[in-house]
């Protein structure tokens, strides 16, 4: 199910939050959520710029977290020195994350059976989940067989860079 109106939802968020709705953090929004994959801070930057030059690196920094505490952007940590993002679109089931070494191409997975392992885990030491993630890391078998890796020409292009 696809979330109604993302852009309202944001403003609204601001709202509650006593932050301003600015031209800045509107363009850094349209440009998170208008991607479809995963995206560092800097492609959010070069995106955020295409629409509105006047977006600061400093901006972009700030925002990234007003993002990830509204629901709409979620944080994906692989154990690099930077973060990837991606859009929450669409209500759906947990999501896992299959990392291929080779091309450091990032893959979402449904993993419904996440939400019955965090909750039947909790329950055993009368806690409640807060988050949960599962992360598998691969190398293609294609390179090993001596073949160029299939995912390779859809990884982003900032799968390699640092901040």
């Known amino acids: 199910m696809a979330i109604e109106n993302p852009r309202e939802t944001f403003k609204e968020f601001l709202a509650s939050k006593g932050l301003r709705v ?3 953090r509107l ?9 479809h994959d995963h995206f560092t801070a800097e492609d959010l ?16 920094y700030r925002s ?3 993002l990830t505490e509204s629901g709409l952007v979620r944080e994906v940590d ?9 859009a929450n679109a669409r209500v759906r089931t947990f999501q896992a994350q299959l990392i291929c070494l ?12 996440m939400e019955w392992y965090g909750k039947t885990v909790c329950e055993k030491r009368d806690m409640a989940p807060e988050s949960q993630r599962l992360q598998v890391t691969a190398r293609c078998r294609s390179l090993a067989r001596g073949a160029r890796c ?14």
């Open 27 to 35: 363009a850094i929004f349209d440009a998170a959520f208008n991607k």
């Open 64 to 66: 990234l977290p007003i």
């Open 22 to 24: 600015t031209n800045q």
């Open 102 to 113: 080779d091309c450091e191409k990032i893959f979402e997975v449904d993993a419904p059976f």
């Open 45 to 60: 930057l070069e995106r955020a710029r295409a629409l509105d030059d006047s977006v600061s690196r400093a901006t972009v």
């Open 78 to 86: 692989v154990g690099r020195d930077y973060k990837f993002y991606m």
């Open 150 to 163: 299939p995912h390779a020409s859809t990884a982003t292009a900032s799968a390699t860079r640092q901040k």
